[in-house]
């Protein structure tokens, strides 16, 4: 099992930057999967960003692509998701997620550990 803590959540004006961070602890973390997903306020779950064991395999939603960075540090046990060229929509709630799939994925269902989310909003 691996529990999972984000961090780095804040206000930003559009434009702005954010990083956030999501440490793991418990099982091996290069055994997992990353994903971080997103929840607006009334709206369902979003598939954000994917990045495979060992980060050699990265997928972004198409609203994120060339603003959004996914990483991660094995070593550190921490992923990462640098946000740049923040919008307005792009405010929510965000959550890392680990997988123990070997494939990609943007499904919810198939992520099996989760964090507790971390809110990120953008004013215009």
């Known amino acids: 099992q691996v529990q999972l803590v984000e961090s780095g959540g804040g206000l930003v004006q559009a434009g702005g930057s954010l990083r956030l961070a999501c440490a793991a602890s418990?099982?091996?973390?290069?055994?997992?999967?990353m994903g971080w997903f997103r929840q607006a306020p009334g709206k369902e779950y979003e598939f954000v960003a994917y990045?495979?064991?060992?980060?050699?395999?990265?997928y972004y939603t198409d609203s994120v692509k060339g603003r959004f960075t996914i990483s991660r540090d094995n070593a550190k046990k921490t992923a990462y998701l640098q946000m740049n060229s923040l919008k307005p929509d792009d405010t929510a709630v965000y959550y890392c997620?680990?997988?123990?799939?070997?494939?990609?994925?943007?499904?919810?269902?198939?992520?099996?550990?989760w964090g507790q989310g971390t809110q990120v909003t953008v004013s215009s």
């Open positions: 997620a680990a997988s123990l799939r070997s494939a990609y994925s943007y499904r919810r269902s198939e992520y099996h550990y």
């Open positions: 418990g099982r091996t973390f290069s055994s997992y999967a």
């Open positions: 990045i495979n064991w060992n980060g050699a395999s990265t």
